[in-house]
T-cell receptor, first 111, second 115 residues
């Protein structure tokens, strides 16, 4: 099955700085890579996603890059704000829509 | 966006009893529903995938006789934790994927505590 690794597990940045979270996956059949933000005790919320036919996607302060050859993808958050503090999960999914999540990154933005 | 509900939001039960958790898609037809469990400060672990009208597909290591999943309609899936034990205490989250949808939608989760 798919194996998704995520780094770092914790990340602290100063407000206004950028944050980068990286994930790798093992199954070349995976073709959909979403990123979720989860606040304590709440459901994951999709923040951005990318499909395997695209190398990069941006939505305001958030961007995701995908390198299919190397099987890795990254989340970039620019101009971080305290409300960006949460746990972020990457995931990889295949055509069967089975989602496999990374281990999560706890992001803290220091005011 | 699409809405997925779960019931109950939290439940406390005694060891040895069974608990049923419901997952409903409120405004779309969910052709596929997923069940996850999440331990504190850990990731979501996919337990099983269920398609309407067919048997659920369980991930390796998940006991199908312990975690009974039923997806009887396009808007409802249930997870029954049978003979619950304290180690089953966790946060259980469902998600749903519907026709024409481009993403899966998560329910709010159910916190199960087995005493």
């Amino acid at each position: 099955g798919e194996n998704v690794e995520q780094h770092p597990s914790t990340l602290s940045v100063q407000e206004g700085d950028s944050a980068v979270i990286k994930c790798t996956y093992s199954d070349s059949a995976s073709n959909y890579f979403p990123w979720y933000k989860q606040e304590l005790g709440k459901r994951p919320q999709l923040i951005i996603d990318i499909r395997s036919n695209v190398g990069e996607k941006k939505d305001q302060r958030i961007a995701v890059t995908l390198n299919k050859t190397a099987k890795h993808f990254s989340l970039h958050i620019t101009e971080t704000q305290p409300e960006d503090s949460a746990v972020y999960f990457c995931a990889a999914a295949n055509t069967g829509n089975q989602f496999y999540f990374g281990t999560g990154t706890s992001l803290t933005v220091i005011p | 966006g699409a809405v997925v509900s779960q019931h109950p939001s939290w439940v406390i039960c005694k060891s040895g009893t069974s608990v049923k958790i419901e997952c409903r898609s409120l405004d779309f037809q969910a052709t596929t529903m997923f069940w996850y469990r999440q331990f504190p400060k850990q990731s979501l672990m996919l337990m099983a995938t269920s398609n309407e009208g067919s048997k659920a597909t369980y991930e390796q290591g998940v006991e199908k006789d312990k975690f009974l999943i039923n997806h009887a309609s396009l808007t409802l899936s249930t997870l029954t934790v049978t003979s619950a034990h304290p180690e089953d205490s966790s946060f259980y989250i469902c998600s749903a994927w519907g026709r024409g949808e481009n993403e899966q939608y998560f329910g709010p989760g159910t916190r199960l505590t087995v005493t």
